[in-house]
């Protein structure tokens, strides 16, 4: 069967065009079928992993580094420094002090720690601008009495708040940079907010005129590994990135950058020290030096041939998804985090009678397991409200580059080629 007749429809020159563009793709994934059920006949090759052992059912993953879905996957450096960090007994307080000065020195800020993901950042932050390195007042928290305990959440309440409100402190909403100025007062101890570009210019100005230290949200921030300079020259107070996302570092690790004052009151606050409030945001060993080894492996990555690589993964899927008549896609960067060539998949979902929740839905439950972006969120607590309320939008089929691995954009295609053309038959004979 040639690629345009699973339209059910008679082609027309554009169909059969984007059907003569699939047919390489096509003819690979023909060779490659055949060598999965010859590869799957050998003794052993089958064999349940670590995963399936436990009835849990690993994918692929097409939707990002999503925390639910387990992150990223670790660089080859990453667990090679884990491994070996693994072999030896050190002295925690040695160690951060010893990656603060070599986190320094990539990025060109102060100081900087290795953290319990960009959330276990937060929360060391605003204990840090509260408690200050004062033993008394560590141990005081979440007690906030006689402390400045107010921190101006710049652009709305955020889901990982939690992580500031743990420590003691009280949330103030700001949305604009006047509310920002006039929600700062004595009782001021942080700022914190998720914005970039002009909007985080203008929050760190009225910071400064305030005198009150910014904490700077960017856990997806990396790649760019630019960012970790581009802050630091910048002159933001504090500023954190997950390690467990783009940096592709310990999946229960962080990293948080700035002032050196601020990183030793947070060191103040954190585990070992027993009797500090972030005591059970600990990270180990490993996580210490996995992420430094991430930061490390970023410095020598050439991130415009990776977005070549990506973005060859996703216009693959593209061409086989746009064989189907009425299927259009484009391809972005996004600007604000998880910053890939990100493949957008369109249809007609009211004609069709086929949602995007559907495709969704056909996807996970198939095999392989392939999971891909939608505005679903199996993740969030349900009485979550951020920032501030958002207009309603179509809910649209995405699929992210940088969490597949290489091949798996051929399954992805096929797959998404053969549920949307049944759909598209299904929609022709109804």
């Known amino acids: 069967m040639t690629p345009d007749r699973i339209v059910y429809q008679t082609p027309g020159r554009r169909t059969v065009l984007k059907g003569m563009a699939a047919l390489p793709l ?69 160690l ?77 909403l700001a949305h604009t940079p006047e ?56 002159g933001i107070d504090l500023f954190c990135f997950s390690g467990g996302k783009g940096l592709a570092g310990p999946q229960c690790s962080g990293i948080l950058i700035g002032r050196k004052d601020l990183i030793e009151a947070a060191m103040a606050n954190n585990s070992p020290w027993e009797g500090a409030v972030c005591r059970a945001m600990k990270v180990g060993k490993e996580e210490v030096m996995g992420c430094l080894a991430a930061v490390e492996a970023w410095q020598k990555m050439d991130l415009n041939a990776l977005n070549k690589e990506w973005h060859q993964r996703v216009k693959k899927i593209a061409t086989l998804a746009e064989t189907v008549k009425g299927v259009t896609t484009t391809i972005t960067i996004p600007e604000g985090g998880n910053r890939y060539p990100t493949l957008t998949i369109n249809w007609d979902q009211n004609a069709w009678r086929f ?3 559907d495709c969704d839905r056909h996807l996970r439950e198939g095999e392989p397991r392939i999971e891909v972006l939608t505005m679903s969120n199996p993740s969030m607590v349900p009485a979550v409200v951020e920032r501030s309320p958002k207009s309603p939008r179509t809910d649209v089929l995405q699929i992210v580059s940088m969490t597949m691995q290489p091949g798996e954009e051929l399954i992805v295609g096929k797959r998404l080629r053969d549920i949307l053309a049944k759909a598209s038959k299904n929609a022709a004979g109804a």
Not at 184 to 194: R, V
Request: proline share 5%; aromatic share 6%.
């Open 26 to 94: 096509l003819g690979t994934i023909a060779a490659e079928a055949l060598w999965q059920k010859a590869r799957a006949a050998v003794p052993g090759r089958s064999q349940p992993n670590i995963y399936t052992k436990l009835g849990v059912r690993p994918f692929i993953n097409a939707r990002g580094t999503w925390t639910y879905l387990s992150g990223s996957l670790e660089l080859p450096e990453v667990r090679a420094a884990k491994q070996e960090a693994a072999r030896h007994f050190v002295d925690i307080f040695e």
């Open 96 to 172: 951060q002090r010893a990656a603060s000065k070599r986190l320094a020195e990539l990025s060109g800020a102060e100081a900087g720690m290795v953290t319990s993901g960009a959330a276990g950042a937060m929360a060391l932050a605003t204990a840090a601008c509260m408690a200050g390195s004062d033993p008394k007042k560590v141990w005081q928290l979440p007690d906030t009495a006689g402390m400045k305990n107010e921190v101006v959440m710049y652009g709305g309440r955020s889901a990982f708040d939690s992580a500031i409100r743990l420590v003691g402190a009280k949330l103030v």
């Open 179 to 234: 509310e920002l100025q006039a929600a700062i007062s004595p009782n001021t101890a942080m700022i914190y907010t998720t914005a970039l570009g002009e909007r985080l210019a203008r929050a760190l100005s009225i910071a400064r005129q305030a005198h009150v230290p910014l904490l700077l949200d960017d856990a997806a921030g990396i790649p760019p590994i630019e960012n970790l300079r581009l802050y630091a020259k910048m």
């Open 355 to 357: 949602t995007v929740a």
